[in-house]
T-cell receptor
Framework: DADVTQTPRNRITKTGKRIMLECSQT?????MYWYRQDPGLGLRLIYY???????NKGEISDGYSVSRQAQAKFSLSLESAIPNQTALYFC???????????FGSGTRLTVV | QQQVKQSPQSLIVQKGGISIINCAYE??????FPWYQQFPGKGPALLIA?????SEKKEGRFTISFNKSAKQFSLHIMDSQPGDSATYFC???????????????FGSGTQLTVLP
């Protein structure tokens, strides 16, 4: 099993719909992150969480919300999806004592 | 505002050649500079990293060169192989609270193709 699992892998949704992307990890890491990847822009941070009670906005949080249901679970929601939220979304984790991040395999989201 | 600028956007190299990807940064508070490698359908994976007090780090065929005064760093892939074909991201970390918390900022990525 993968260390960081994202579901679904692919999703097509309509404009205005609410959608949730889920992430679970078996690394035992405290820190979890949601990134968005767009061609030519790299990965940009949406939200991050250092523990269940700590949620922080990243560079591009508008239009998104998150929930840290447990140490191992961190979900990303699009309250009302719009076409420019079409992108590849990655969840990542890190250990508080190390600099390396572990990424999931991504969710490809298309908003039509 | 992109805090880490990466070039080129794409790179084609013959097998056995040297691949060079460059990055530049402005924020002198960055304190760690990793490179990530991403294959299609996968998330980025940590490849190699360097601290700003070191000018060069080598791991196998991969070398990071770091120029603190110029605020630039680069990835060199020696003897490039078709299996190295991937997207490479430079990144930089920044302390975001007291303790060991770090925020990772990525460059825009370089798609490397190594021809057989």
């Amino acid at each position: 099993d993968a260390d960081v699992t994202q579901t679904p892998r692919n999703r097509i949704t309509k404009t205005g719909k609410r959608i949730m992307l889920e992430c679970s990890q078996t690394k035992g890491h405290d820190r979890m992150y949601w990134y968005r990847q767009d061609p030519g822009l790299g990965l940009r941070l949406i939200y991050y969480s250092f523990d269940v009670k700590d949620i922080n906005k990243g560079e591009i949080s508008d239009g998104y919300s998150v929930s840290r249901q447990a140490q191992a679970k961190f979900s990303l929601s699009l309250e009302s999806a719009i076409p420019n939220q079409t992108a590849l979304y990655f969840c990542a984790t890190s250990d508080s004592d190390r600099y390396g991040y572990t990424f999931g395999s991504g969710t490809r989201l298309t908003v039509v | 505002q992109q805090q880490v600028k990466q070039s080129p956007q794409s790179l084609i190299v013959q097998k056995g050649g040297i691949s060079i990807i460059n990055c530049a940064y402005e924020n002198t508070a960055f304190d760690y500079f990793p490179w990530y490698q991403q294959f299609p359908g996968k998330g980025p994976a940590l490849l190699i990293a360097i601290r700003p007090d070191v000018s060069e780090k080598k791991e196998g065929r991969f070398t990071i060169s770091f120029n603190k005064s110029a605020k630039q760093f680069s990835l060199h892939i020696m003897d490039s192989q078709p299996g190295d074909s991937a997207t490479y991201f430079c990144a930089a970390t920044l302390a975001i609270s007291s303790g060991s918390a770090r925020q990772l900022t990525f460059g825009s990525g370089t798609q490397l193709t190594v021809l057989p």
